[in-house]
């Protein structure tokens, strides 16, 4: 996912730099023409060099116009297509059935909680140990043939913490 941030983030830091100076062009462009007549300190050009001059300086704020608006829709289509890569065509991490099936808790569940646990204050620490499950690793043997060491108690890897209520399973 990372490779889609930097091709998309590398169109995005590009069109935004240009539309820095696009609109700096812009500003140059707006000097020069609200400056008046070309020959300020001298006798005046003739017409046609002025409407010449003109001419330029209006099509290059045009120019430059359509320049920061097509940078503009660049920079936001990059970053668009980033989201529908990201969200539409990479692979998404959709459970499987047997992961549904494991998270999934059956009304009867509540049933088997302790009156401690479906009385609770709910965001509080909760003071006992949680309840006795069997681990997911049973004993395995080693390469010697010899079954190897029970888990040791490790912390519950959501919160950080060694003990948990018995509602969670």
Known sequence: REDIQGI??????????????????????????????????????????????????????????????????????????????????????IPSMSQLDQARVFASAFEKQDYRDIFRVPFMRHAQDGPEMPSAREEEPTSKGKKGRKAEKEEFGSTARSTVPSWIR
């Open 8 to 93: 998309t983030g590398m169109t995005v830091t590009k069109m935004d730099a240009w539309q820095s100076v696009t609109t700096l062009f812009l500003a140059v462009g707006a000097a020069l023409s609200c400056a008046g007549r070309v020959g300020m300190h001298g006798s005046a050009p003739p017409g046609w060099y002025c409407a010449l001059f003109s001419g330029c300086i209006f099509m290059s704020v045009m120019f430059n116009g359509i320049a920061l608006w097509l940078s503009m829709h660049a920079s936001l289509r990059a970053q668009c297509a980033a989201v529908s890569l990201l969200t539409r065509k990479v692979r998404l991490p």
